[in-house]
């Protein structure tokens, strides 16, 4: 994928005449945390498959939809359902939904994903930070043509999870009823999940939840200067960790249960950014 600015710009102009406000920050949800949604004050949706040259989402319990709304005193855009490589897009279509975000002038990226813990410390329902990323796929949204638009060619990601924004997220926790880590998010490209095996080796390797989205969206904020605040949610533990498969299921269903209580966590840090 080698496109162009005005590739970008098209999608950008579609949504502006149409958006109620300039929004603050952009709000990814993950599996079965849509939800979430719902709470936005006089929203306005947009669908993915009107807007040009954007994605449709295909993963189950996507809702594929752009929202504008009012919560906790913040203007957000929310994607309501994601995009994955494990659905057929190239790393570098990834890059199209924060790339959108920027140029609808959000200042701040929220990313959220439901993940399987490999820590061994870590329980279904918990919450985890996250603090940094392991990526071994040697692909990157960022391949191909740089548009010196969004960023340079070259940038450091060392600080791309925002030290800040990590701080206020742990201490919004307080009173949220949720067991907060901070941790390192393993990514994989999925849709298997992972054999006992891997699991092991990425335990070994320092990951602490595994999943198979966010990091590419990272990446793009990072390049395009944007703040990022990336949490998941500990929807089932790993392979291996339990003598049980994992499930689809399984993860749909602690996202219902901690969904409630999410909400108002995210909710609180979204009030205080």
């Known amino acids: 994928m080698n496109e162009t600015y005005e590739f970008y710009t098209a ?5 502006r005449v149409r958006m109620p406000f300039v929004p603050e920050i952009g709000l990814i949800l993950g599996s079965a945390l ?5 709470k936005l004050e006089n929203p306005v ?3 993915y498959r009107d807007i040009p040259n954007f994605l449709v989402s295909t993963a189950p319990g996507h809702a594929g939809k752009l929202i504008f709304g009012e919560l906790a005193g913040k203007r957000l855009v929310c994607m309501s359902g994601r995009f994955h490589s494990y659905e057929g897009y190239d790393f570098e279509q990834l890059s199209i939904p924060v ?12 990313l959220t994903n439901a993940a399987g813990g490999v820590n061994l410390s870590y329980r279904p329902g918990d919450i985890m930070i996250i603090s940094d990323h392991i990526k071994f796929t040697g692909h990157s949204p960022l391949r191909g043509r740089n548009l010196d638009e969004f960023g340079e060619r070259f940038f450091d990601i060392s600080k791309m999870y925002t030290p800040e924004l990590r701080q206020l997220a742990l201490r919004c926790a307080g009173g949220s009823g949720l067991t907060v880590h901070e941790g390192v998010y393993f990514f994989m490209t999925g849709p298997q999940f992972e054999t006992p095996a891997e699991i092991r080796a990425i335990r070994t390797l320092g990951g602490d939840a595994v999943g198979m989205s966010t990091v590419t969206e990272a990446l793009t904020a990072a390049h395009c200067g944007l703040p990022v605040l990336a949490i998941s949610v500990i929807t089932n533990m790993a392979a291996g960790v339990l003598n049980q498969p ?19 966590y995210l909710e609180r840090i979204i009030g205080e950014m």
């Open 246 to 264: 994992v499930t689809s299921e399984e993860v749909d269903e602690t996202g219902k249960l901690v969904s409630g209580r999410f909400s108002r």
């Open 11 to 15: 999608s950008a102009d579609y949504v």
């Open 45 to 47: 949706e947009i669908a």
């Open 99 to 110: 790339r959108l975000f920027k140029l609808l002038g959000v200042r701040a990226v929220i």
């Open 34 to 38: 849509g939800p979430l949604a719902a």
